[in-house]
T-cell receptor, first 115, second 114 residues
């Protein structure tokens, strides 16, 4: 039973560039949430997708956008990268509109470094 | 406002010692959920437990136990007879209100030394 798969695992980008991170949820899960985790911090909620729609968004600027595909996989896009965007980006999947409240399944994350 | 405080930044113990990780939360909602997650060096957050605000029963799972006390807004986590494999960062998280996101503490880094 495949867990949450994220790609790539590591990424180095230059300030001002754009980046796309990808996530495949756990088999059977249909909801994807994205979190940003800066070094030494707890994760910060970016947004959640369910039925291909953004259902809730955290306090992140419009430079952060996402998409969910019919197969439930998801992408996180960040435009005009800033040094402060350097972090571990975690994808979490769950089942149904409230399944996340029973506990997410997380991927190992994508480590983004902006130079 | 919703907040989770994990006052212990780092804890270091010797194998087989018992260790308690503290978590204090703040919320005005009467319905909420509390979680503990483990983050090993690989980075993947592993779900350990979920508790809702109406269930104050303590829980034990093997060497792990959780003590939920609404009177002190605390949800503490104890590892009995710690092992080297328990070394990780442990996060306490809160969900409250009509909200889809988790509010996380800063985590406690636990090092279990042989």
């Amino acid at each position: 039973d495949a867990g949450v798969t994220q790609s790539p695992t590591h990424l180095i980008k230059t300030r001002g560039q754009q980046v796309t991170l990808r996530c495949s949820p756990k088999s059977g899960h249909d909801t994807v949430s994205w979190y940003q985790q800066a070094l030494g911090q707890g994760p910060q909620f970016i947004f959640q997708y369910y039925e291909e729609e953004e259902r809730q968004r955290g306090n992140f600027p419009d430079r952060f956008s996402g998409h969910q595909f019919p197969n439930y996989s998801s992408e996180l896009n960040v435009n005009a990268l800033l040094l402060g965007d350097s972090a571990l980006y975690l994808c979490a999947s769950s089942l149904g509109i409230t399944g996340w409240s029973y506990g997410y399944t997380f991927g190992s994350g994508t480590r983004l470094t902006v130079v | 406002a919703q907040k989770v405080t994990q006052a212990q930044t780092e804890i270091s113990v010797v194998e087989k010692e018992d260790v308690t990780l503290d978590c204090v939360y703040e919320t005005r909602d009467t319905t909420y959920y509390l979680f503990w997650y483990k983050q090993p060096p690989s980075g993947e957050l592993v779900f350990l437990i979920r508790r809702n605000s109406f269930d104050e029963q303590n829980e034990i799972s093997g060497r792990y136990s959780w003590n939920f006390q609404k009177s002190t807004s605390s949800f503490n986590f104890t590892i009995t007879a710690s092992q080297v494999v328990d070394s990780a960062v442990y996060f306490c998280a809160l969900n409250a209100g009509n909200n889809r996101k988790l509010i996380w503490g800063l985590g406690t880094s636990l090092a279990v030394n042989p």
